[in-house]
């Protein structure tokens, strides 16, 4: 339950800074800014499991093993599990926009 309750905040949180990065694109210097921004510090040292990160983005689980692969997403290794950074996601979902 509480990996649940997690991946659902996570998501509700990517949704929210996506959407804070649909208005900062109106303007080009606050999109610029916005880009330049470090993360929030409460995302740092979070990951998701490869099937949560593949939902949060909207890809399969397959498609998102290669963008790992490809050195496009960043991923930690807990035991046989693959976990996805939260970081790595915001900036994937931020240069594919």
Do not use: K
Not at 3 to 21: E, F
Not at 46 to 54: D, F, G
């Amino acid at each position: 339950m509480v990996c649940v309750d997690m991946a659902r905040n996570a998501a509700a949180a990517i949704d929210s800074y996506a959407t804070y990065d649909d208005y900062a694109t109106a303007d080009r210097t606050a999109c610029r800014r916005a880009a330049e921004e470090p993360m929030p510090a409460v995302f740092e040292g979070l990951s998701v499991p490869v099937r949560t990160a593949a939902s949060l983005l909207g890809l399969s689980p397959w498609t998102v093993a290669h963008l790992i692969d490809r050195g496009e997403l960043r991923s930690e290794r807990g035991g046989q599990y693959r976990y996805v950074t939260l970081s790595s996601i915001f900036s994937y979902r931020r240069l594919t926009r």
